[in-house]
């Protein structure tokens, strides 16, 4: 029995001791592999920024440096790389043989504590601002309440004196009563007067919290550089230890690019023009003494060609007499000129988008000329990429349906070797800045047009004589008669080139007739075909005045409700 016993108890050990064995080899054998393939010391190496491509919104980097590689797996480990990298955009190569990137990897390192006494010391300074503002938003809100409250019994004491005074009409007691009304009314003052002075304290109060505000973003956003952490195993089957170039390419939020122009007026026969790089950077990350490219192209649109697709004609609904009669083409003067009639103040503006291409994967590429240093700084940058002074004409642009005054319309030919691309644009004259414009896309060597704001030598008079309306009594129509006049004149020194430019309806039916009176002024034409836009091209010597007619008729039956 107690033999039994024994070799029972030998067999339960002797289970065991194989089991715990194999548990131990495994796990030996896993350690090892692990040991193997994932080195424990990782190695730091630092790569330089060579080469960065902007984007409209992102960028393209292209990192490089010298590393040492090892027989086997190398682990490398970066530490520069900006928080607003796109992960799935990250590329890492070597330039050598029997060396290849097999895995990399990622991530934002959490828990990252700036130790940086201005920003604590700005930090405290928001938080007690921000507690004066509502501590005076409390009272304003309090005074208001008060104001209400005063108001109503105003309105309540004027109620109860005039309908006292009304039937009792007893002296002493209107004399209490006015001064009641008198009380009320200070207390309303010095309710009023407290108010105003919490409101200026607290536009105060927001102006010096905006200000720590932005300086607060300042420093983060040079203090927040280095949160991310990147690994990158590189396996090099060589027998001995060899130097070679890693390189490491990404995309990074952050940043964007957009053209801008400055242009200005050189007397009456130059325009000097100058082509610049608007750069915003706040990836994160600085970049020094880079090579840049500046790309009008997007990587997240295709830039497969599109293709033709086939015209489709359907029998569709007529439409109605009243529907599309006539049109007016006002809008097309400044499409056919290309001009900014909002040119005059330096806070009008224009849609940069006017002219612009089809978006496509395509595009131009910039290549700044020499090395470059940009930091990431929340502001803006602006780079000089071309300037060129050019011969040019100058006109002056009268066109009563956009300005009652003339404007300086300025065209030169663009002689720098790439495109203007749709983009903002101050234009300045020789006493300083106009406004800001804005270009469509102009190929090199095409002619551009842009304003330089009121033209002043030359006065403009316009005048409506008539606008009548008469009804045929047999013929069933109404016939709209208008009579325009223009009065031009120079006071310049020197000669001007003058263009006047007006619209007329245009009959988009059968049965409404325009036609232009022999009345009018001759040596107009249009502006384009069917557009509707009649112009006068005048030369004006100093002080030389000349008047322009124009009259036309518009026909049509008598049930249309046209209103012209």
Request: proline share 3%; net charge neutral; aromatic share 8%.
């Amino acid at each position: 029995m107690s033999n039994l016993k024994y070799g029972i108890l030998f067999h339960r050990t002797l289970r065991f001791e194989i089991f715990d064995f194999r548990l131990c080899s495994s796990s030996l054998f896993f350690c090892f592999s692990v040991l193997i393939i994932f080195p424990l010391n990782a190695r730091e190496v630092e790569l330089k920024v060579q080469d960065v491509t902007l984007y409209e919104s992102s960028a393209g980097v292209l990192r490089s440096g010298k590393i040492n590689l090892e027989p086997g797996i190398n682990e490398l480990m970066i530490r520069n790389l900006p928080v607003a990298l796109q992960d799935e955009s990250l590329v890492a190569s070597v330039e050598t043989a029997g060396a290849s990137v097999v895995g990399s990897s990622t991530w934002i390192e959490t828990g990252v504590v700036i130790h940086n006494k201005d920003v604590l010391e700005l930090q405290k300074k928001i938080r007690v601002l921000e507690r004066e503002i509502e501590d005076y938003e409390s009272r304003n809100s309090n005074l208001g309440n008060l104001r209400r409250i005063l108001v109503d019994t105003r309105s309540k004491l004027t109620e109860m004196i005039s309908k006292n005074l009304f039937y009792k009409k007893n002296e002493v007691d209107a004399k209490k009563w006015f001064q009641t009304l008198s009380g009320n009314r200070q207390a309303i003052q010095v309710v009023l007067s407290s108010d105003q002075e919490v409101g200026r304290t607290i536009k105060d109060l927001r102006k010096k919290l905006s200000e720590l505000q932005d300086k607060l973003s300042v420093i983060l956003s040079l203090s927040e550089k280095s949160s991310r952490i990147t690994k990158i195993l590189v396996s090099f089957t060589e027998a001995e230890k060899k130097e070679v170039k890693l390189n490491l390419t990404y995309r990074t939020g952050g940043v964007s690019w957009k053209p801008f122009y400055s242009v200005r007026m050189d007397g009456r026969e130059k325009i000097e023009f100058e082509y610049l790089a608007e750069i915003n950077q706040e990836s994160g990350e600085d970049w020094n003494n880079i090579n840049l490219l500046l790309s009008t192209s997007s990587p997240d649109i295709s830039g497969r060609r599109p293709r033709l697709s086939s015209q489709r004609v359907y029998d569709q609904k007529k439409k109605t007499d009243k529907d599309g009669l006539v049109t007016f083409q006002s809008q097309s003067i400044t499409e056919e000129s290309n001009i900014v009639s909002e040119m005059e103040s330096p806070e009008a503006g224009t849609d940069p988008t006017t002219g612009n291409s089809e978006e496509s994967g395509s595009g131009f590429l910039f290549r700044y000329s020499k090395p470059i240093t940009l930091f990431s700084r929340k502001e803006s940058k602006k780079l000089s990429l071309v300037s060129f002074t050019t011969d040019a004409t100058f006109t002056a642009l009268y066109v009563p349906a956009l300005k009652h005054y003339p404007l300086i319309k300025g065209s030169f030919k663009n002689i720098s070797g790439f495109p203007i691309i749709p983009g903002e644009t101050a234009v300045f004259r020789q006493a300083g800045m106009v406004g800001k414009s804005g270009f469509g896309y102009i190929s090199p060597g095409e002619k551009a047009e842009i304003s330089f704001g009121s033209e002043n030598e030359v006065r403009a008079i316009y005048r409506k004589e008539s606008n009548q309306t008469k009804e045929g009594i047999l013929s069933g129509t109404k016939v709209v008669e208008k009579l325009i006049r223009v009065e031009l004149e120079n006071f310049g020194k020197e000669s001007r080139t003058i263009s006047f430019q007006e619209s007329i309806p245009v009959s988009g039916v059968e049965n409404v007739k325009v036609s232009i009176d022999s009345v009018t002024t001759p040596g107009y034409a249009e502006v384009r075909k069917d557009s509707g836009i009649l112009e006068w091209k005048l030369d004006l010597r100093p002080s030389q005045k000349q008047e322009i007619k124009l009259k036309y008729k518009v026909n049509f039956p008598a049930e249309f409700d046209l209103n012209l």
